[in-house]
């Protein structure tokens, strides 16, 4: 990882209750601040050998939930990073109360991150509460379940949950949206923010990550969600 670069690590989650398991897999994105000073977007599980390989990109100081759902493996990485601040949305500690959590993300950020990263809330979808992270130094668009790009699932449930969803093989935004929505000009605002950043790369926490025309595929996504274009005047 050069200075101002991004480094990502991808886990083979397998989400158990159905026969033979759910194969949805997981990214956490590691951001160099500064020099030597890390932040963790959405830990996966840390054993020893990745710990030693985040430990040669820099000190783990942020640990960053970026939603109320991605919080499974946050407790281990707590442990792990006994200094490091947790930062999560507002409604992470009354879900989750056994958790470490430092400060919320709705709130003014440490200097490191401001210096690093623009903080975007999605507003208008309480249950999931997310945040995306823009990298400045890379043009490189952190999110997380506001839309998958999972090209080639693995196993039939996969296959059959991304089918139903809408978002099987494609980059898309799930159809779960529609139910968890409930102020669509407000996420409409949100995403607008996020597409008038200058973007070259789209990270996501579940899927391929998107290097050629990110702006313009994340734009068709989320096209379902944004304001439709006004209608040209008709000339006389």
């Known amino acids: ?32 601040l500064r020099p030597g000073e890390l932040a963790l977007i959405s830990p996966i599980p840390i054993d020893d050998a990745l710990a030693r390989r985040i430990a040669e990109l820099g000190q783990v100081s942020y640990l960053l939930a970026p939603n109320l759902h991605h919080h499974l493996y946050l407790a281990a990485a707590s442990a ?13 500690a009354s879900k989750r109360p056994e958790l470490r959590i430092s400060g919320t993300l709705d709130r003014e950020l440490p200097p490191a991150l401001r210096g690093a990263l623009e903080v975007i809330r999605l507003e208008g979808a309480p249950a999931v509460d997310e945040f995306a992270f823009y990298h400045r130094a890379t043009a490189t668009l952190v999110v997380t379940d506001l ?34 929505v409930k102020d669509r000009p407000a996420l409409a605002r949100s995403l607008q923010r996020l597409l008038e950043l200058p973007l070259r790369t789209l990270v996501m926490a579940h899927g391929e990550i998107v290097r050629d025309d990110a702006h313009a595929r994340l734009r068709e996504a989320l096209r379902r969600w944004l304001p439709a274009p006004a209608a040209l005047p008709l000339r006389a």
């Open 1 to 32: 990882m050069e200075r101002g670069e991004i480094a990502t690590f991808d886990y083979a989650q397998v989400i158990a209750g159905l026969p033979g398991g759910f194969h949805f897999p997981a990214r956490m994105t590691a951001v160099q």
């Open 80 to 92: 792990r990073y006994p200094g490091a601040a947790v930062l999560a949305p507002p409604g992470l």
């Open 147 to 180: 839309v998958f790009n999972i090209l080639q699932p693995r196993g039939f449930w996969a296959h059959l949950i991304l089918w139903i969803t809408g978002c099987h093989g494609q980059l898309a935004a799930t159809r779960t949206w529609r139910l968890l």
